[in-house]
């Protein structure tokens, strides 16, 4: 934590912090893209292992909206399913 703060100092000193914060929004956005990807993947396999007993299928925008809303809301086909069912 102390690191931290020393970094920003010092960027913040040196004019930076745009680029800085610019930097730190992109490695943001590029590891919520790897957190999608493997929360999609393990449902996906979750699906297949449910199929393999005979179990019906997980709803994907239930499911992505009980671990992250914001990510069912984004997409268009999900957003009017929660609409609908008054969830959002």
């Known amino acids: 934590m ?3 703060l020393l970094v920003l100092t010092l960027l913040y000193l040196s004019s930076c912090v745009p ?3 610019a930097g730190l ?3 943001g ?3 919520s893209n790897k957190t999608k990807q493997k929360w999609t993947a393990d449902f996906n396999q979750n699906n297949i292992e449910r199929e393999k007993q005979h ?3 997980l709803d ?3 499911e992505v909206f009980k671990f992250n809303k914001s990510w069912a809301k984004k997409d268009k086909a999900c957003k009017a ?3 609908a069912e ?3």
């Open 2 to 4: 102390k690191n931290a």
């Open 81 to 83: 399913k929660l609409v």
């Open 60 to 62: 994907w925008c239930e």
């Open 86 to 88: 008054r969830k959002i």
């Open 55 to 57: 179990l019906p299928p």
């Open 29 to 31: 956005h590029a590891s």
């Open 19 to 21: 680029v800085a914060v």
């Open 25 to 27: 929004a992109v490695a």
